[in-house]
């Protein structure tokens, strides 16, 4: 079982990144798809999330209007998309899958590598 999650990179103030977070190693169809992010010195927060069949999605207040979550069942991936991108947005993000809804980070099934995102000019 493996998730990978992929994307990130250096963008300005403003910017856009893509994260994308291929799955595989299993059948995903009864779990939620989740984003976390860890900025430095800071606990792990839970970002969006969305049911692998399509259901929600969800995402916290601070990013609502800017971040939009989706997932792609042919490709086995979902995806962050991030605009209007703020330095406090700085973090690595992670994939996870869990069995039920929740923002507990300690409740997820299963957890890909990170992958940095630093908005900076």
Do not use: H
Request: aromatic share 14%; net charge positive; glycine share 10%.
């Amino acid at each position: 079982v493996q998730l990978q999650a992929s994307g990130g990179g250096l963008v300005q103030p403003g910017g856009s990144l893509r994260l994308s977070c291929a799955a595989s190693g299993r059948t995903w169809d009864n779990y939620v798809m989740n984003w976390f992010r860890q900025a430095p010195g800071k606990d792990r927060e839970f970002v969006a999330a969305i049911r692998w069949s399509g259901e929600g999605p969800y995402s916290v207040n601070s990013v609502k209007e800017r971040f939009t979550i989706s997932r792609d069942t042919a490709k086995k991936s979902t995806y962050l998309q991030m605009t209007n991108l703020k330095p406090e947005d700085t973090a690595v993000y992670y994939c996870a899958a869990s069995f039920t809804w929740t923002r507990n980070y300690n409740l997820m099934n299963y957890w890909g590598k990170g992958t940095q995102v630093t908005v900076s000019s």
